[in-house]
């Protein structure tokens, strides 16, 4: 018996007798650990979350906090005994309630069990919900009535707060802030919490373990770093949808050829024999921009993204090729002019399929 801290194994989840997502493990250490699930919409996230509330029954597998089992095939524990608290991706707050008495009631529920260690006024004040305290729900904004919900979540201090896109509707320029200060909460208060989101810069912001949820599984269940630079497979390459996988023919344990960029060096993160026909995945950070390079393609499209640009080339065979390029650099580089890429070309991990 090991001490994580939840521990899902081998779950099918499902709604009614319709199986969502199969066959699901995946545990969370510690207490005070944040994991972050993302999947596109309607693949099951919400499910997931409802089942390990209580909400929805398993047939199989189980579901274990804090060494108790809470849903087996044969267990199945009251959503309101097992002090799990789940934030409805939809505004639930009730509508006959101000939005302060909302959160007052999430206190209430709590207060014979724990000594209070975050104050009303404390969550008001981050979540910067002041001026609408003393509002009803419909008067108030889809993001406002988020942050409502998230304080009265926040406030019950449960054992494990389920986060179903808690900040979905948030305004992009008040986000990130919230992402901070909400990361620094649950860290100082040690609560431990999934979070779903659609994000994935939010997820791996958030999340010290990211899983992704596609084609009915969960296709990988790992650190942000890995997810992102050793995706484990084209499905979740085709998901993160930053990179390209390009043809390319193993010629060494540490080299490959493609056809337009020549060769390219690198340590392979699983290895192939030589001669082997694979997919490389090749990210916007691997290439990078030269202009005196005599290796050029043409250019097709240009993205701003503020700090940097993303330029996608296509090759003389037609490969797509996104490039990250600081926004200070020089030069810019308009459609349909040629754009150099540096040689000899080196990717630290060489991610192949
Ligand atoms: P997600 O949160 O990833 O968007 P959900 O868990 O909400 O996905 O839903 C997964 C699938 O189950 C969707 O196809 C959805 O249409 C379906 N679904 C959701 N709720 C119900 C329900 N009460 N009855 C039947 N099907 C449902
Ligand atoms: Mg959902």
């Not at 521990?7 to 066959?23: A, H, L, Q, R, S």
């Not at 909302?102 to 001026?131: H, P, W, Y």
């Not at 990130?176 to 649950?186: A, F, G, R, T, V």
């Amino acid at each position: 018996m090991n001490n994580n801290f939840l521990e899902i194994k081998n779950v099918d989840f499902k709604i009614g007798n319709k199986t969502k997502v199969k066959n699901v493990t995946f545990s969370i250490e510690n207490e005070g650990d944040i994991i972050c699930l993302l999947g596109p919409s309607g693949i099951g996230k919400t499910t997931i979350l409802r089942t390990i509330a209580g909400l929805e029954n398993i047939d199989k597998g189980s579901i274990i906090l804090k060494g108790k089992t809470l849903s087996s095939e044969k267990i199945r524990i009251e959503p309101e005994n097992r002090n799990i608290s789940l934030s409805f991706q939809e505004n639930s707050l009730f509508p006959h309630y101000s939005i302060k008495k909302n959160i007052l009631l999430g206190a209430d529920r709590n207060k014979a069990i724990k000594k209070q260690k975050i104050t009303f006024d404390d969550l008001v004040d981050f979540l910067n919900i002041s001026e609408i305290l003393n509002k009803y729900p419909h008067e108030v904004s889809a993001g406002e009535a988020q942050r409502a919900s998230l304080a009265r979540s926040l406030i019950t201090q449960p054992d494990l707060l389920l986060l179903d896109e808690p900040l979905s509707n948030v305004d992009q320029s008040f986000k990130e802030e919230i992402q901070e200060k909400l990361k620094k909460l649950l860290k100082d208060l040690k609560i431990t919490t999934i979070i779903v989101t659609h994000d994935s810069y939010e997820a791996f912001y958030l999340g010290s373990k990211c899983g992704i949820i596609l084609d009915q599984e969960l296709k990988q269940f790992d650190d942000p770093y890995n997810v992102y630079h050793l995706p484990n497979s084209i499905e979740v390459v085709n998901f993160l949808n930053r990179g390209t996988l390009i043809p390319a023919e193993v010629t060494s344990p540490k080299s490959l050829e493609n056809k337009d960029l020549g060769t390219i060096t690198g340590n392979f993160v699983k290895s192939f024999p030589i001669g082997s026909k694979v997919k490389l995945l090749v990210q916007p950070e691997d290439l990078h921009h030269d202009d005196k390079s005599n290796l050029k393609f043409h250019i097709i499209d240009r993205k701003f993204r503020g700090t940097n640009f993303i330029y996608t080339l296509k090759t003389p065979s037609d490969t797509i090729i996104p490039v990250l390029v600081h926004s200070h650099h020089i030069h810019q580089h308009e459609v349909d002019e040629k754009f150099g890429i540096k040689r000899p070309i080196h990717i630290d991990h060489i991610v192949c399929f």
